[in-house]
C-alpha cells in the first residue's frame, strides 16, 4: 500500500475518516457555518469566523469608503478562488497527481446601477470568471478530469451559480 | 442644507458624487473585480486583493486542513455580512438615521455529501439566513424600510439568492 498522506502536504487520511463516517451516518453531512459582522463605522466593518482574528471589510474611496480592506464584493470572489484551491488540491491528492503549483485568478462583473438605487433588480454579479493554471506533471486528460471533478463539486462555485434560499431579518 | 457628510462617519458625498457620475454616463457603473488565489500546500492558500496584504484561507482539521484561517464556506457568509453593513451604513445615513451599533450574524446550512463525492448535486449552501441587529434612535417603520431598501440593493445578497453564470476554465 502506498502511503499518499503528505502528498501535496494534503491530509487525505482525514478526508478519508470523514467521509467515511458520513458514509456510515449520512445525518453528520450537515453542517452549519457562521460569521458575525460588527459594524465599524463608514463602510467598515469586521467579520469574526470561530477563534480566529477579525477580517476587516471596507470600501473603496470613490464608492464612499476609506479603503482599509477588501470590499465584500472583492471577498466573494477571493471565497470561490480559495474554494477551488481545496478542490484542486483534494482531489489531485486521491488521484496521486503531484502539484507544483496552483493559482486561480477570478473575476467578476458587476453593474452599479441598482446598488445606488438608479434602478431596480440586479444588484449583484452578472457573470463571474475564474481562471485556473496547475503545474503538475501529468498527462492533459488527467487534469482535466480533475477539473471536471473539480467543478461538480465546488461548495462556493455551486452557492454562486445556483439560487439559494437567502432569508435577511431584522431582530 | 444640512451636512450629512460625517453622519455614521459615512462618506455620502462621495457616494453622490459617484451616483451623478453614473447618471450621467451610465457606462461608468459597469466595473470588474477581482482575487488573484495562490495555493499555499494542503488546503491553505491566500488570496491577494488589489495591494492588500493577502488574506489566508484553510480548512479545519476534521475537514483535512491545517486549520490556520476561516474556510471559503465561512469567508462568503462574511461577505454577505459585510456587503449587508454597507448597504444599513449607506441607506441609514442618507436617511438621516444615526446609527449607534449594528451586528449581523450569517449562518448557513451546507450537507457535505457532493462535496466529499459521496453523491451528485448541489455542494453549497442549500440555505443562508441572516440575522440584523440594528441600535438606532428611529422608528420600527423607518427600520423596516431601511431593512428593506438594503435587502433590495445588496450585491452579495443578490449573488448569492440568484444563478449568476460562472465559468471556471483552465489555463
Known amino acids: 500500500m502506498t502511503h499518499t498522506?503528505?502528498?501535496?502536504?494534503?491530509?487525505?487520511?482525514?478526508?478519508?475518516?470523514?467521509?467515511?463516517?458520513?458514509?456510515?451516518?449520512?445525518?453528520?453531512?450537515?453542517?452549519?457555518?457562521?460569521?458575525?459582522?460588527?459594524?465599524r463605522g463608514g463602510f467598515r466593518s469586521e467579520a469574526r469566523i470561530r477563534d480566529f482574528a477579525p477580517v476587516p471589510s471596507d470600501e473603496p474611496a470613490g464608492l464612499g469608503g476609506s479603503d482599509?480592506?477588501?470590499?465584500?464584493?472583492e471577498q466573494l470572489l477571493a471565497a470561490l478562488g480559495n474554494c477551488l484551491a481545496v478542490g484542486y488540491a483534494a482531489?489531485?491528492?486521491a488521484a496521486g497527481i503531484t502539484l507544483r503549483g496552483l493559482r486561480i485568478d477570478v473575476e467578476g462583473d458587476?453593474?452599479?446601477?441598482?446598488?445606488?438605487?438608479?434602478?431596480?433588480?440586479?444588484?449583484?454579479y452578472e457573470a463571474i470568471?475564474?481562471?485556473v493554471e496547475i503545474d503538475a506533471d501529468a498527462p492533459v486528460e488527467d487534469l482535466q478530469a480533475l477539473h471536471e471533478k473539480v467543478v461538480a463539486?465546488?461548495?462556493?462555485?455551486?452557492?454562486?451559480?445556483r439560487e439559494i434560499p437567502l432569508e435577511i431579518r431584522l431582530a
Do not use: Q, Y
Not at 14 to 27: Q, W
Not at 68 to 73: E, H, K, L
Not at 153 to 161: D, I, K, Q, R
Open 91 to 93: 482531489n489531485a491528492t
Open 5 to 39: 498522506t503528505t502528498l501535496n502536504h494534503v491530509d487525505l487520511e482525514a478526508v478519508a475518516a470523514l467521509t467515511e463516517a458520513i458514509r456510515r451516518e449520512p445525518e453528520k453531512g450537515a453542517t452549519t457555518w457562521r460569521a458575525e459582522v460588527e459594524w
Open 129 to 131: 470568471r475564474a481562471r
Open 68 to 73: 482599509s480592506a477588501p470590499n465584500p464584493v
Open 110 to 124: 458587476l453593474d452599479l446601477h441598482t446598488f445606488l438605487g438608479l434602478r431596480p433588480g440586479h444588484a449583484g
Open 153 to 161: 463539486t465546488s461548495p462556493v462555485g455551486h452557492t454562486l451559480a
